[in-house]
């Protein structure tokens, strides 16, 4: 949502539903992931300084809360995952997460996708 490059209608559902107050739980390395994002961004010039700042005030101003799986040995269970899939281990965090929850997870990472399904978790769509 953030790159005029990587718009895509999947992006807009899910900025859309965040925009109506659709609450979405994120693992707490998100905030860095986005950050990260943002930065590479604009070194690469494909924002500004001013872009970074707007964007990151859109995005900080939705419904999301970092959270824990709600499972004891979560760490445990995300290196599994990760282990199973083939997956790093940030991604293992949403789907241990998602998994955890009984939630569903929006990605548009391929590989991710598939170990959802996999692991029986519904997808956003």
Not at 46 to 64: H, K, R, T, Y
Not at 76 to 86: I, K, S, T, V
Request: some cysteine.
């Amino acid at each position: 949502m953030c790159f005029k490059d990587e718009h895509s209608a999947y992006s807009d559902a899910v900025t859309a539903k965040l925009s109506q107050g659709q609450e979405a739980y994120v693992p707490p390395l998100w905030s860095l992931e986005v950050l990260n994002a943002l930065l590479i961004a604009e070194r690469r010039e494909c924002i500004s300084g001013d872009e970074f700042a707007q964007l990151l005030q859109i995005i900080e101003a939705f419904p999301v809360e970092a959270a824990q799986p709600a499972m004891p040995g979560a760490c445990g269970l995300e290196l599994n995952l990760a282990r199973q899939h083939g997956l790093s281990i940030y991604d293992a965090a949403y789907l241990a997460l998602a998994l955890c929850r009984y939630l569903p997870l929006a990605t548009i990472d391929v590989k991710l996708r598939k170990a959802a399904q996999g692991s029986g978790i519904e997808l956003f769509r």
